[in-house]
Nanobody
Framework: QVQLVESGGGLVEAGGSLRLSCAAS????????MGWYRQAPGKEREFVAG????????FYANSAKGRFTISRDNAKNTVYLQMDSLKPEDAAVYYC?????????????????WGQGTQVTVSS
């Protein structure tokens, strides 16, 4: 069992930055790949960024490439999402999650554990 708690969301102007954090409790955080996902009102939840257990391999949705950076600190049981050059269309509730081994990053049903989410609002 893994418990995930996101933080760092808020209101930011377009072009600004936010850094989201996801703190994990439970066993063997370093054995889990971790992902960030988001859900805007009226839309389905979607993959944003993912990072392998070793913290070296990173994966991004096209919408996040070049603007967002995912990282993790296994000693602190925490995964981060640095978001720069934010756009109004980035506004959503952001969730961290643990994809099951072998599932695609884009497979939302493949996420085993979810956090409660943190709201990101971007003003134009």
């Amino acid at each position: 069992q893994v418990q995930l708690v996101e933080s760092g969301g808020g209101l930011v102007e377009a072009g600004g930055s936010l850094r989201l954090s996801c703190a994990a409790s439970g066993r063997a955080f370093s054995s889990y790949a971790m992902g960030w996902y988001r859900q805007a009102p009226g839309k389905e939840r979607e993959f944003v960024a993912g990072i392998k257990q070793n913290g070296v391999q990173e994966f991004y949705a096209n919408s996040a490439k070049g603007r967002f950076t995912i990282s993790r600190d296994n000693a602190k049981n925490t995964v981060y999402l640095q978001m720069d050059s934010l756009k109004p269309e980035d506004a959503a509730v952001y969730y961290c999650g643990t994809p099951r081994p072998g599932s695609s990053w884009y497979e939302i049903s493949g996420v085993r554990y979810w956090g409660q989410g943190t709201q990101v609002t971007v003003s134009s």
